[in-house]
């Protein structure tokens, strides 16, 4: 979590600096800060809030070389001292860092035992007095900082400055950075949205590599400190897709972009997706290991392989697939979903596995994230950057990505194509801005309402689970999902007069039985919403749907995101940067 940034160039780098954080917010925004190189002294401004601009700039003087932070805290309170950017104690150096120190106590000590000064909680602030007490004894900033980098355990990201030297320095370990690399300037940043409106050419740091901005750039082996030639790369998202253009909130822009995502999702190269689907076919154990809105686009997708393809898949929350490790021999495939490819359990579930020789395949949306270059083979979802906290897009992308594997598995890849395009078409029906605002109405019944529950069987149970985290994370109803048949095992002692029920029907095999369930729901005094391509005379609401067979996951949960849309306005939250969440959980 956390969103770093770093600016050299020809630019005033704090106007450069927070438009960058302003579209990294999503990893965190519980307070932010920026340093600027200055004359004589480096300006740094440090808040708790919201990133406010224009006197903000001003005080940081038009300084050329600087650096950002996002914060989501992880070590200390939200305060303005545990914000970032944190200084060496004689303020010739800046540090801006994402990650966990793991060792800062044992740090700090020795710190303290030479006579230097806290003034934060956090993990970070050895950082820049290790680069002075490095100094001290005679290094170089850079040599600082690379000494530095060897005492350091857990995991960084870092982008550190120095007053007198208009050198800027980064360096990555388990954490993302990607430079942006323009004409005469460089941008350093979590992740490549912060930049995309300067330029498309982008270097991927890996593990132990540090870049070196001084006059040039270089990037070298942190530990040995040998020159390393990377690649340029040049990305195809484009600076519209990073911008909220009409909308109100990028929560909504997302959910309306689902046509075209979803359409985009399909259009793989037809034979990597039957080499996914064969190795599929030739595992010996498949995994499908995902987190929070992925993990339930896995879940909901393991019934369609059942289903369609009749082959079990073992799906996993990755922050507990360590404890699996005993089940995996070579012949294992773990399928990782994922949108930004950098959650710390999924990255941590794929360290286990390729321990055990286990092939790695992913679905990502992160085009050079870590998870696609620790994979074997990754399908691109092409689902655009997507800002909101929530998933949305990515996740019918997700949902449509899987269900075409499932279709290729037995060789009917292009009748699952087919069915996803016209899911695609259906999908821009619920979408479009009229119905968008027939959901208003639902929104403001449940608006004051403190529970809410939902409900599914087989495929829809998945999509139950997904409501409900849509509509808790955004709105701070409490909902949960249940499998309609676990009601009876104890969630019904919760249905008072009118608590409301989400009940999906979709025209399956679980139609009867979840009928029943609502019935039994009904009889409590629950009000029951149903979401059904036919009505029934048990729905208090009717939420309508389009049959669309096995991938009704996909536009089962279109109108509850709409719904979770308009319950957050409805109840003051924003729905973009709902609390306490960030959109890369890059810390286990
Ligand atoms: C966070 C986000 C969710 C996301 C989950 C997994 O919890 O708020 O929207 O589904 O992480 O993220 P990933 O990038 O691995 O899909």
Redesign the pocket.
């Known amino acids: 979590m956390c969103g770093i940034v770093g600016y050299k160039g020809k630019r005033q780098a704090s106007s450069v600096i927070i438009d960058s954080l302003k579209t990294l917010e999503y990893r965190g925004y519980d307070s932010w800060g920026v340093a600027v190189v200055g004359n004589p002294s480096i300006s740094v401004v440090k808040e708790v809030g919201m990133i406010c601009d224009a006197d903000t700039i001003n005080n940081l003087g038009s300084g050329t070389v600087g650096i950002g932070h996002t914060r989501w805290a992880t070590h200390g309170k939200v305060t303005e001292e545990n914000s970032h950017p944190h200084m060496s104690s004689d303020g010739c150096i800046s540090v801006v860092h994402n990650g966990i120190i793991d060792n800062y106590q044992a740090l700090k000590e020795q710190l303290k035992k030479k006579g230097y000064v806290f003034r934060s909680e956090t993990d970070t602030e050895v950082i820049p007095l290790l680069i002075e007490d490095f100094i001290k004894n005679g290094c170089s900033f850079e040599d600082a900082f690379r000494k530095t980098l060897s005492f350091l355990e857990g995991t960084y990201a870092i982008v550190s400055i120095h007053k007198d030297s208009e050198t800027m320095i980064c360096a990555r370990k388990d954490s993302p950075i990607v430079v942006g690399v323009g004409d005469g300037e460089h941008f350093v940043a979590s992740d490549s949205p912060a930049f995309i409106n300067h330029t498309n050419k982008v270097i991927y740091l890996e593990n132990y590599e540090m870049a070196v901005f001084n006059g040039s750039f270089e990037v070298r082996c942190s530990i040995t400190g040998d020159i390393i030639d990377k690649k340029v790369q040049v990305l195809d998202w484009d600076v519209e897709q990073a911008k909220k253009g009409d909308f109100k909130h990028y929560m909504l822009k997302e959910i309306s972009e689902q046509k075209e995502t979803i359409t985009k999702a399909i259009h793989q190269d037809d034979k990597v997706l039957q080499g996914i689907a064969d190795a599929i076919n030739e595992s010996y154990g498949t995994f499908f290991i995902?987190?929070?809105?992925?993990?339930?686009a896995a879940l909901s997708a393991s019934y369609t392989f059942s289903k369609i393809a009749r082959k079990h898949i073992n799906i996993v929350d990755?922050s507990e697939f360590p404890n699996y490790e005993h089940f995996l021999t070579p012949q294992t495939l773990m399928i990782t979903?994922?949108?930004?490819?950098?959650?710390a359990d999924?990255l941590d579930a794929v360290k286990v596995a390729k321990k055990k020789g286990v092939k790695i395949l992913s679905i990502?949306?992160?085009m050079g994230s870590s998870?696609m270059r620790n994979s074997d083979h990754t399908l691109l979802m092409n689902a655009g950057p997507?800002i909101c906290?929530?998933?949305t897009k990515?996740?019918t992308s997700?949902l449509a990505i899987l269900t075409l594997l499932a279709y290729a598995c037995v060789g009917k890849l292009s009748e699952g194509k087919d069915l996803l395009k016209s899911v695609a078409d259906h999908v821009g029906d619920l979408t479009d801005p009229k119905t968008l605002l027939g959901t208003v109405e639902l929104a403001s019944c449940l608006k004051d309402k403190e529970h809410l529950y939902v409900i599914g069987r087989g495929q829809s149970y998945s999509t139950a689970l997904e409501a409900a985290?849509k509509i808790k994370?955004v709105s701070y109803i409490h909902a949960e999902g249940f499998a309609g048949g676990t009601l009876k095992h104890g969630p019904i002692a919760l249905i008072e007069e009118g608590t409301p029920c989400i009940v999906f029907v979709p025209n399956d095999e679980t139609r009867k039985e979840i009928l029943s369930n609502a019935m039994e729901v009904k009889s409590r005094g629950g009000y029951i919403i149903g979401v059904s391509d036919e009505e029934n005379d048990i729905f208090d609401f009717f939420v309508k749907v389009p049959d669309v067979g096995h991938a009704s996951p996909i536009t089962d949960i279109i109108p509850i995101q709409v719904l979770s849309y308009y319950l957050a306005i409805l109840r003051g939250c924003n729905p973009d940067r709902?609390r306490n969440?960030?959109?890369?959980?890059t810390v286990k």
Request: no cysteine; hydrophobic share 35%.
């Open positions: 995902a987190s929070g809105s992925s993990y339930n990755s979903v994922s949108q930004s490819g950098e959650t999924v990502v949306n992160v998870l997507e906290v929530l998933s990515s996740y997700q985290l994370e709902p969440l960030a959109k890369s959980v």
